[in-house]
């Protein structure tokens, strides 16, 4: 049974924004994936609350570009919208995979990308692409509009910049930091489908000649929140494809990891995914490997 106060369902961001600041016991909701499970198992922080819908907002839905050629992802773009979006599938094809990653059918039909990145978890399949492409989250609050670089999102598990009374609009994805890259994101779990990731990690490469020009590595589940393996990418500027590289870069990850044991893997199995999922990924970008 859903322990829910009362509902609000909001059009405008303006609508929204004032329901949040006025009422102290207000909770965001997009699709419900994750706040309708929290409220009926009586989660800390779940119980008796005043929902405010904000799916109806049409500011909120939709891909596409700004005048300087970013990419602006709406917060409740459902992960199906994303997976199959022509924008995202040209420029950040590695999105695409992440989020078609997540749940099964069901789920991707609801569940959005800003619910995915906004509770903060480790394992959220979009986080760790979002970190390879350095995203940037746009807010809305009351004292206005902000903008927040997803690194500074984060901040501890199930912790993020996010006050109380904020709505986050947008994920911004600037054209520096998609044009002339691939990518590619694999997510390692104890199923093919329908699993929360054991580990997750997103690349973002790009060539000069036969030799790396920029590389981007970001892990899920490697931390306590999504992080960057900039130790790794700071090496791998200038250095050749090669196998005896790839293990260089592999065994240079760990140095931003803090992988830990749980019931879904060891420390040491986890370790082990953080130095070979890159190298995989890589290849796999650059069109060598499977």
């Known amino acids: 049974m859903y322990q829910i106060n009362g509902y609000f369902e909001a059009s405008t961001i303006k609508e929204a924004v004032d329901y949040l600041k006025e009422n102290e016991n207000s909770q965001i909701i997009a699709g419900g994936s994750d706040v309708l499970i929290k409220t009926r198992e009586r989660k ?8 405010v819908g904000i ?4 500011e909120l839905h939709g891909i596409s570009y700004d005048e300087s050629g970013n990419i602006l992802i709406g917060s409740t ?4 919208e994303v997976e199959k979006n022509e924008i995202i599938l040209k420029n ?27 509770n903060g978890a ?12 350095d995203a940037i989250i746009l807010i809305e609050g009351p004292a206005g509009k902000r903008e927040i670089p ?17 709505l ?31 580990l997750g990690c997103s690349i973002m490469v790009k060539m000069d000649g036969n030799k790396i020009g920029d590389l981007k590595i970001a892990y899920g589940v490697a931390g306590p929140t999504p992080i960057r393996a900039t130790e790794a990418e700071l090496m791998a500027k200038g250095m050749e494809i090669t196998t005896e590289n790839l293990d260089k870069i ?10 830990r044991d749980s019931w879904r893997a060891s420390k040491a199995f986890r370790q082990q995914l953080i130095r070979e999922l890159p190298k995989r990924a890589i290849k796999i970008a650059l069109g060598g490997g499977e």
Request: net charge positive.
């Open 55 to 58: 799916m109806r907002i049409t």
């Open 92 to 118: 950040i094809s590695s999105l695409s995979t992440a989020v078609g990653s997540i749940g099964g059918p069901q789920i991707r039909n609801i569940g959005t990308i800003g619910g995915n990145v906004a």
């Open 150 to 166: 997803i690194k500074e999102f984060y901040l501890g598990p199930g912790k993020v910049a996010l006050n109380r009374d904020e």
């Open 250 to 259: 592999g065994e240079k990850c760990l140095e931003n990891a803090s992988a």
């Open 44 to 51: 800390s922080g779940y119980v008796d609350k005043d929902l």
């Open 122 to 133: 480790t394992s959220a399949d979009s986080a760790s692409s979002l970190f390879a492409m």
């Open 168 to 198: 986050m609009t947008h994920i911004k994805i600037e054209k520096k930091n998609f044009e002339g890259y691939k990518g590619h994101y694999i997510k390692f779990s104890q199923r093919k489908a329908m699993d929360i990731a054991t």
């Open 77 to 80: 773009a459902t992960f199906t």
